[in-house]
């Protein structure tokens, strides 16, 4: 990350504040929707704005040092960004995957148990697929198939 910038969370990245859920309200009305789909799409183009910074950052670096060491760590700084490019461009696929749940009437609930996943919980993590629960017992039966 270069220097002088920090991580946001998506909603600061958003610029949006915690959805406030009116009483009597729907779950996933169109506010609702609407209020994901915006911190879905500025999280995406924030990360995409990486991915650019990143590509133009590797090609002006670019440099053929005659010192192996010097040549060793501007390879090992470059293999670095690029694995956490890798990790963003499938963070991409999962926030379009999600912005397409929400397109399709599906976005909020567990791909498992079929309940409200929460506003809450959405807004800390928006690409979530599984209520708490779900995600608990999940990670408790893969820690016990790989221990």
Request: with cysteine; aromatic share 6%.
């Amino acid at each position: 990350m270069p220097e002088g910038t920090k991580k946001l969370g998506v909603l600061a990245i958003a610029g949006v504040q915690p959805y406030q859920v009116k009483s009597g309200e729907e779950y996933m009305n169109a506010d609702q929707s609407s209020h994901f789909r915006k911190i879905l799409d500025a999280w995406r183009n924030q990360l995409r704005e990486e991915v650019d910074r990143t590509l133009s950052h590797m090609q002006d670096e670019a440099a053929n040092f005659p010192d192996p060491v010097d040549r060793a760590a501007q390879e090992e700084e470059f293999s670095l960004e690029l694995r956490a490019r890798d990790r963003e461009r499938k963070l991409i696929k999962k926030i379009e995957k999600t912005l397409q749940k929400i397109e399709d009437d599906d976005f909020g609930f567990c791909d498992s148990c079929g309940i409200e996943i929460g506003i809450r919980r959405l807004e800390a993590r928006p690409t979530a697929d599984q209520c708490i629960d779900c995600k608990t017992l999940a990670e408790i039966k893969e820690k016990q198939m790989a221990g």
